[in-house]
């Protein structure tokens, strides 16, 4: 319901967004790359692997080869059951991995989407917490005169600003994920080509790992938004005695501290993951 105060309504605008991109994180954290804006996108990032993959296994002949003459000291050694069976094994799985790298991807992402479904269940969160004003400031607000609220208007202007610019970035985050796993389900079939070869499989090897650090990054923007959540259960306590303003700046600089830490959390998530995976 909106007040008659202008710095009323400016805070609860504020307020509004943040709630409306934790929302929307909530929302998208469950969504899968096939459903991201109606999958539109996935459809032209499966028709780019499809034709990647032309060139990872072309690549994978050459990885095999090269990976071949480093191993053997001669041809002869071709001629060992045992090497020979080893070096057709690795070629058959590389080729796997290749032609069916996208099916395997998919796998690793619904693993993470159901470790994340697991996290929202354990907490009894299932969406954000809305953060809003207390009544006992809104009251203090309007009870003030025309003079005593201009350094509310500076307050307010500084906190409505910072808590709509924090809600546009933690959001850019998430939005910086879903892309992220778009840009590695394309070019897929190039790196895991790398598999064919001993001397080079420790490329397809980190970009498996970075492709699950990515999706892992979904798990710990989850924890971030769920630490906040119960954050946002206990809204900083307010000093009913003070003075409008000191109330005001009290409340808005703790929130926007809380908020901070959120986004800051958010922000490093992909540092986080690399860190557990010794990237």
Partial sequence: MASESWIVDNLNNALNTWNE???EIWSLITQSPETFKGGDIWDVIVNIHG???????????LFFVVGMMKTLGSF?????????VKIFIRFVLAKAAVTYGLELMMALFRIVQGLMSTIMSASGIGGGTPTALPQEIIESIENVGFLDSIPLWAVTLIGGLAITVLSFIMIMSVYGRFFKIYLFTAIAPVPLSAFAGESSQSVGVSFIKSYCAACLEGAIIVLACVIFSVFAGTPPAVDSSAAAVTQVWSYVGELVFNMLVLVGTVKMADRVVREMLGL
């Fill in 21 to 23: 991109k934790l929302g």
């Fill in 51 to 61: 034709a990647v993959m032309a060139v990872g296994l072309a690549l994978l002949v």
């Fill in 76 to 84: 002869a050694d071709m001629k060992r059951p045992e090497v020979a």
